[in-house]
């Protein structure tokens, strides 16, 4: 039951429709004010009167029925109580017979989502920077399945760039074959950085990886085979890390794939008069929207990231027709994507509206940010890896009877990495601790991974809930219903705002408001009818969190 429409549609006022009211009336934080309350200043304009009086008169005018058992006009704003007996049968029923659909809508039905995210660079490790993008990216994917859209996931691989002409002459003076397929991703890195140190003193270094890039660009046999070893060698160590935390894509288009789809986009620009020449490079100018030029073409005719962007976004509209491309990128980028989000609008694409850049903060460790040329990066493996490492030995100490305690502490250890960059909102800028991941009191993946646990021990114990009528419900009790009423909502809002710090956030309401109730409400009491009441509160808990974290890519375990 959508308790917001039920209550709109009880409210005649002109020139609003039902649909808009139910999206003005919300859910108070305090629940003495009631159940669902309507803010009546949003309706001061169109009524032309004070929000007190708004709720006074539409006050007057609501006939309360079996569904709203009160309403109340206090201090501009309509509070409603609602009947708790049909909410308590509604929202239970409606858990349990969804299971794991509960929470899933098909509002997205018939439209295609683009989700660019993690994006690595080849060649370059995949450090705890990624973090960020690979698992709000995954969540996203996740969240729009969920309500219905086709997504495509697409790994925009940073495969293109003077960086491999670097290392092919880093390769050529101080590695081998051997060293590589031996040293992987970490012997690319240390001729990387050595290649850095010696073009300091040596710039004709630099030259020499121009001219192999342009032997890469211009096809030459020996330069692209060592490109495409050091792109395999990159996939496949990354493809590690996406085993360890399950992330999987539709497409692993990256910038090379473009190659030979730029052409035309310059072409297209050229003949719609968008092109200036700047020193020989060839620009969008956009001086009259505060920004400056979009770079196009370089003056040696090579071509930007910009303008694989520009490519990539023509062929994405072209291939999958989407309603919506996200990019969920740092926000240091903000302004490439703002110019290349107008070069598109200003080819004339009226879809240049559907792309959005969904920005995040930056992660770093305790002990400062990083850059690969220097060397000193933190290593996302070597992250997880020790997350895992010290979630066993909590496990070893707390419970060290637990059958599985490996596979556990894999579920835990990732899924405090993971719930540690979707915690809070994702502009913020993060920094990682180890200790705080873990701990099982705050606001941790731990904490909401037992209360699943504990719902679980409680059904193991009592066995699963038959059928009640629901009884008078008290206030710990409806505290827990209420907040799985909500969870749809939450869903569907984490994807109207590419937010799914929402539903971290909601899983650690729902986990503390059902540790309330079951710190203060006896679950396996004498009334059969109310035992069975409170264990089909545990299990729609447990559907719930389980839903919620599934979204976050996080797994539940069994016991902990
Ligand atoms: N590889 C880029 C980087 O690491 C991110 C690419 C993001 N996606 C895009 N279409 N620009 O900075």
Redesign the pocket.
């Known amino acids: 039951m959508d308790y917001k429409s039920y209550i709109a549609g009880k409210i005649n006022i002109e020139g609003v429709c039902t649909e808009q009211l139910a999206d003005f009336i919300e859910v108070p934080a305090n629940p003495d004010m009631g159940d669902f309350a309507l803010p009546c200043f949003k309706l001061s304009k169109i009524l032309r009167s004070s929000p007190i009086n708004i709720a006074v008169n539409l006050a007057n005018d609501f006939s309360c029925d079996e569904v709203i058992s009160s309403v109340e006009a206090v201090n501009g704003y309509l509070n409603f109580k609602i009947n708790r007996v049909g909410f308590t049968e509604n929202t239970i029923n409606e858990i349990l017979s969804l299971g794991s659909n509960y929470g899933s809508s098909n509002i997205g039905e018939g439209k295609t989502i683009c989700i ?2 993690s ?3 080849i060649a ?1 490790p995949f450090h705890i920077g ?1 973090l960020s ?1 690979t698992v709000i990216g995954r969540a996203l994917c996740k969240i729009y399945r969920f309500l219905g859209y086709k997504v495509v996931g ?1 790994n ?3 495969d293109y760039g003077t960086q491999f002409g670097k290392l092919i002459v880093a390769y050529k003076n101080w590695s081998s074959e051997k060293a590589v397929l031996e040293g992987r991703l970490k012997e690319l890195t240390r001729i990387y950085v050595k290649f850095h140190e010696e073009a300091k003193n040596h710039p004709e270094l630099d030259d020499e990886a121009r001219r192999y890039f342009k032997l890469i660009e211009d096809g030459d046999k020996e330069s692209n085979k060592l490109f495409e070893m050091f792109k395999k060698i990159t996939l496949e160590e990354v493809d590690k890390i996406y085993k360890l935390l399950n992330v999987e894509f539709d497409s692993y288009a ?2 090379s794939f473009y190659n030979d789809k730029m052409g035309v986009i310059v072409e297209e620009l050229n003949q719609k008069g968008l092109i200036k020449t700047s020193d020989g490079a060839s620009i969008v100018d956009l001086s009259e929207y505060d920004m400056p030029p979009c770079l196009i073409l370089k003056s040696d005719g090579s071509t930007l ?1 910009a303008t ?2 520009i490519a ?2 023509v062929y994405r509209k072209n291939t999958y027709d989407f309603y919506k491309c996200l ?4 926000y ?2 903000n302004l ?2 703002k110019q ?1 989000f107008k070069v598109v609008e200003l080819m004339g694409k009226d879809w240049a509206k559907e792309l959005v850049h969904v920005a995040y903060g930056m992660v770093s460790l305790e002990s400062g940010s990083m850059s690969t040329r220097a060397g000193n990066v933190v290593l996302l493996e070597d992250v997880i890896n020790k997350t895992i490492e010290k979630a066993y030995s909590v496990i070893e100490s707390k419970n060290p009877d637990l059958k599985d305690k490996e596979k556990t502490a894999r579920a835990v250890g990732t899924g405090a990495v993971i719930f540690g960059a979707l915690c809070n909102n994702k502009i913020k800028d993060i920094v990682f601790s180890y200790d705080r991941v873990l701990s099982f009191e705050g606001e941790t993946c731990p904490y909401v991974q037992y209360t699943v646990a504990r719902c679980n021990s409680v059904l193991n114990k009592n066995g699963e809930p038959c059928s009640f009528t629901a009884p008078k419900v008290n206030d710990d009790e409806f505290a827990v219903l209420t907040e799985l009423a909500k969870f749809k909502e939450v869903v569907k809002s984490a994807g109207e705002k590419y937010e799914p710090s929402l539903v971290t956030r909601y899983a650690l309401d729902l986990a503390s408001a059902f540790n309330k109730f079951y710190f203060s409400c006896k679950i396996a009491c004498e009334d059969e009818n109310l035992k069975n009441f409170r264990l089909s509160i545990a299990k729609a808990v447990k559907i719930t969190l389980t839903n919620a974290l599934n979204l976050l890519g996080i797994q539940v375990v069994e016991e902990m």
């Open positions: 660019d995210y994006s690595i660079n370059k990624h993008t697409i925009h691989l940073g990256g910038e990231y694989r962007d990539a976004a990019y969920v990128v740092a240091q980028q490439h994507f290349f």
